[in-house]
Nanobody, 124 residues
């Protein structure tokens, strides 16, 4: 599955953005979907994951309580609602999929379908 993230932009500290992740050529409901981010000059890190039905979610501690992952399988999309944004949230955000869901460690190598990310810039 090839996934594409969109919805990034420039926002002030404390603001909100909603990112979308869409699949091309495949049904997204067959996959657990994760959001990852890559800050400037740093590696790609896990943000949040949602299972196929949307009934389970798991978040990185750094975004817990501020970000919400959700999905609409009828629209073949997954979302990341980001509230109370901080400058340290500035990064390129990516979505990717895998066939199983698990909480805990989320190695990037266990995910497929990385498309172009979307840049989120939070100004102070």
């Amino acid at each position: 599955v090839q996934l594409q993230a969109s919805g990034g932009g420039l926002v002030q500290t404390g603001g909100s953005l909603r990112l979308s992740c869409a699949a091309s050529g495949r049904t997204l409901s067959a996959y657990s979907v994760g959001w990852f981010r890559q800050p400037p000059g740093k590696g790609r890190v896990f943000v949040a994951v949602i299972n196929k039905s949307g009934s389970n979610q798991y978040y990185a501690d750094s975004v817990k309580g501020r970000f919400t992952i959700s999905r609409d399988n009828a629209k073949n999309e997954v979302y990341l609602q980001m509230n109370a944004l901080k400058p340290e949230d500035t990064a390129v955000y990516y979505c990717a999929g895998r066939l199983w869901y698990a909480a805990g460690s989320q190695p990037t190598t266990s995910y497929d379908g990385w498309g172009q990310g979307t840049l989120v810039t939070v100004s102070s």
